[in-house]
Nanobody, 115 residues
Framework: QVKLVESGGGLVQPGGPLTFSCAVS????????ISWHRQAPGKERDFVAS???????YYSDSVKGRFTISRDNAKNTVYLRMNSLKPEDTAVYYC?????????WGQGTQVTVSS
């Protein structure tokens, strides 16, 4: 059973940084793609950033230039470094690992951006 465990959420002031971790129970190169998504209250879950098995990276327009996705292959962990946080970044953030025809999700971690 694949497990993804996110950590690093919390309360942060506008403009501040925060880093999430997603620890994957299996070798991250077993997955085509690992990504971050977020869901704000009352809204649908949206794509934030992804890194594929070849290291190719994508970001949503709303976070481009502020967020950075990276991975530590030895630790089977993917990170999301968030800078210049805005109140509209407030959401539950989820890690996703993808293989053909199947997605695995973490339990989510909350970030609240507020002064």
């Amino acid at each position: 059973q694949v497990k993804l465990v996110e950590s690093g959420g919390g309360l942060v002031q506008p403009g501040g940084p925060l880093t999430f971790s997603c620890a994957v129970s299996e070798n991250i190169f077993d997955f085509n793609n690992i990504s971050w998504h977020r869901q704000a209250p009352g809204k649908e879950r949206d794509f934030v950033a992804s890194i594929n098995v070849n290291g190719r990276i994508y970001y949503s327009d709303s976070v481009k230039g502020r967020f950075t996705i990276s991975r530590d292959n030895a630790k089977n962990t993917v990170y999301l470094r968030m800078n210049s946080l805005k109140p509209e970044d407030t959401a539950v953030y989820y890690c996703n690992a993808e293989i053909p025809f199947k997605h695995y999700w973490g339990q989510g971690t909350q970030v609240t951006v507020s002064s």
